[in-house]
C-alpha cells in the first residue's frame, strides 16, 4: 500500500537553529499538508500545498516557516529559527484530489528543540 | 482552536464489547467529518468518514453516526478487539477548506 514516508523519525536541534523537515508523499497525489501535535495536545494544521503554492495556512504558520516542492518528489518544512516551542510531532500528508478522500498521514517526525 | 471536542480522554472495554467513542462540535459550517486511529510512533490512519448529509455510515465493525441538530457524533466499534487499543481522533472539515480541525483524541484499552 502506498505510503507517506517522512525523515527523519527524531530530529533533535538547538534553539535558534534552521531544521529541515522532509516527507515523500504519495506519487500520484496533489494536495500536501503539515501538520503538528506538541506533546499532549491536538494535531493542529499548519498549511495546505497545491500546485506548487500554499492553499491555506494557520496562525501557526508565521514567516518562520515556509514549504517547498523543490523536486517533484520531495515536499520540505523548514523552520527557520527553532523555539522550544517548537517541539512536537510534525505530520505531512497528502491527498490524490478533493481535500478530504484518502487523506493520508506519514509517520511523523518528532522534532526536539533544546 | 476548540471547534471539535472529545471529552473522554480515555476509554477502557472489554474485549468483544461495544466501544462508543464521543465527538462534539462548534461550527456549523462543518460539512464532513472522520474519524483516524493512530498508534504509537504512527502517524493518523483514515478509519471512517461521514457527510453532514447522512446521519449514520457504517464499514464492517464501525459504525459512525451523525446527530446534526445536536453537533454530535459517535463512533461505535462492534465487537471490540484487542488491536483496537489506539488513540481515536475525531476531525471535521468545512466545504472548500483543506484543512483538518481535530479534537484531543480518547485513548481506547481493549481489555482482554
Known amino acids: 500500500e502506498p505510503e507517506v514516508t517522512q525523515t527523519p523519525s527524531h530530529q533533535v536541534t538547538q534553539m535558534g537553529q534552521e531544521v529541515i523537515l522532509r516527507c515523500v508523499p504519495i506519487s500520484n497525489h496533489l494536495y500536501f499538508y503539515w501538520y503538528r501535535q506538541i506533546l499532549g495536545q491536538k494535531v493542529e494544521f499548519l498549511v495546505s500545498f497545491y500546485n506548487n503554492e500554499i492553499s491555506e495556512k494557520s496562525e501557526i504558520f508565521d514567516d518562520q516557516f515556509s514549504v517547498e516542492r523543490p523536486d517533484g518528489s520531495n515536499f520540505t518544512l523548514k523552520i527557520r529559527s527553532t523555539k522550544l516551542e517548537d517541539s512536537a510531532m510534525y505530520f505531512c500528508?497528502?491527498?490524490?484530489?478533493?481535500?478530504?478522500?484518502?487523506?493520508?498521514f506519514g509517520s511523523g517526525t518528532r522534532l526536539t528543540v533544546v | 482552536d476548540q471547534q471539535v471536542k472529545q471529552n473522554s480522554p480515555s476509554l477502557s472495554v472489554q474485549e468483544g464489547r461495544i466501544s462508543i467513542l464521543n465527538c462534539d462540535y462548534t461550527n456549523s459550517m462543518f460539512d464532513y467529518f472522520l474519524w483516524y486511529k493512530k498508534y504509537p510512533a504512527e502517524g493518523p490512519t483514515f478509519l471512517i468518514s461521514i457527510s453532514s448529509i447522512k446521519d449514520k455510515n457504517e464499514d464492517g465493525r464501525f459504525t459512525v453516526f451523525l446527530n446534526k441538530s445536536a453537533k454530535h457524533l459517535s463512533l461505535h466499534i462492534v465487537p471490540s478487539q484487542p488491536g483496537d487499543s489506539a488513540v481515536y481522533f475525531c476531525?471535521?472539515?468545512?466545504?472548500?477548506?483543506?484543512?483538518?480541525?481535530f479534537g484531543a483524541g480518547t485513548t481506547v484499552t481493549v481489555r482482554a
Open positions: 500528508a497528502s491527498n490524490p484530489t478533493e481535500p478530504i478522500y484518502g487523506y493520508t
Open positions: 476531525a471535521a472539515r468545512v466545504l472548500g477548506d483543506y484543512k483538518l480541525s
